[in-house]
C-alpha cells in the first residue's frame, strides 16, 4: 500500500509555508541524499528587518528555522506494509489455503533479497497484490498446497493430483503463469485475466 508523504520545509525556501506532496514510488536511500543534497545547495539569504516584521518570530529550537524536512517516509512497494492489510491477507490465505499456507507465506516474506547465492529476489509486492486478488475468486481449493519463492520475487502456489502430477500457479508483478499436466509449458495471463487463470488451473 502506498502512502503520500508529504516534506515541510523553512519559509525560507517557500514564499508560503506549507507542504509539498511528493509521489514518489520505490522511494530509496539515494533519493533522500538527493533532496537533502538540494536543500543544501540553496544558499541562505540573511533576513532582513522588514522581513522579520511581517513573519512570526522564530524559536531557537524551532526545526523549521534549518529548512530540513520534518519527516521522509518511504513510500515504497516493496518495503513498506500496512499492518491492517497486512493482516487482512494473511486470514485470507488461512481461510482460502490453510493454516499451513499462511505460516508457509508469513515465512516466504521475510526472506530477504539476495537469498539464492546472492541472486534471489525478495518477494515482489506484485506478486502479493495478485495472490490477494486471486484468493478473492478461488472457489475450489485443491489439498496440500505448497507456496515457494522464486528466485526473480515471483510466488508459486503447488499441489499435486491424485496421481501425482503437479500443478502450479506463479504470480509475478505483471500476470500470472500456469503449469497444467495437459499443458506442455506454462500459459501466460494478465494481471486482471483472473477467471482465465482458475479456469486453467481448475480452482473452479
Known amino acids: 500500500m502506498a502512502y503520500q508523504q508529504r516534506l515541510l520545509f523553512s519559509n525560507r525556501f517557500l514564499e508560503n509555508p506549507g507542504t509539498v506532496s511528493l ?3 520505490g522511494f530509496s536511500i539515494s533519493i533522500y541524499a538527493s533532496i537533502l543534497a538540494s536543500l543544501s545547495s540553496v ?3 540573511p533576513i532582513h528587518a522588514e522581513e522579520q ?3 512570526p518570530k522564530e524559536k531557537p529550537n524551532d526545526r523549521f528555522s534549518y529548512g530540513v524536512p520534518i519527516s521522509i517516509g518511504e513510500l515504497c ?3 513498506v506494509y500496512d499492518d491492517s492489510a497486512s493482516k ?4 485470507l490465505i488461512k481461510r482460502v489455503l490453510g493454516v499451513r499456507a ?3 507465506f508469513s515465512e516466504l516474506r521475510r526472506i530477504k533479497a539476495r537469498w539464492d547465492f546472492g541472486k534471489g529476489e525478495a518477494l ?3 506478486a502479493v497484490k495478485n495472490l490477494s486478488a486471486l ?5 475450489k481449493v485443491p489439498p496440500n498446497i505448497r507456496l515457494f519463492l522464486s528466485s526473480d520475487g515471483s510466488l508459486e502456489i503447488q499441489w499435486k493430483s491424485p496421481e501425482g502430477e503437479r500443478t502450479s500457479v506463479f504470480l509475478k508483478d505483471d500476470g500470472f503463469e500456469v503449469l497444467h499436466p495437459e499443458h506442455h509449458e506454462e500459459q501466460a495471463f494478465s494481471d486482471s485475466d483472473f477467471q482465465g487463470v482458475l479456469l486453467n488451473a481448475g480452482l473452479v
Open 124 to 126: 515482489s509486492e506484485g
Open 23 to 25: 509521489n514518489l514510488y
Open 102 to 104: 499462511a505460516d508457509r
Open 43 to 45: 544558499s541562505e539569504e
Open 88 to 91: 487482512a491477507l494473511e486470514d
Open 53 to 55: 516584521a511581517d513573519s
Open 77 to 79: 512497494n516493496t518495503s
Open 135 to 139: 484468493l478473492s475468486r478461488v472457489k
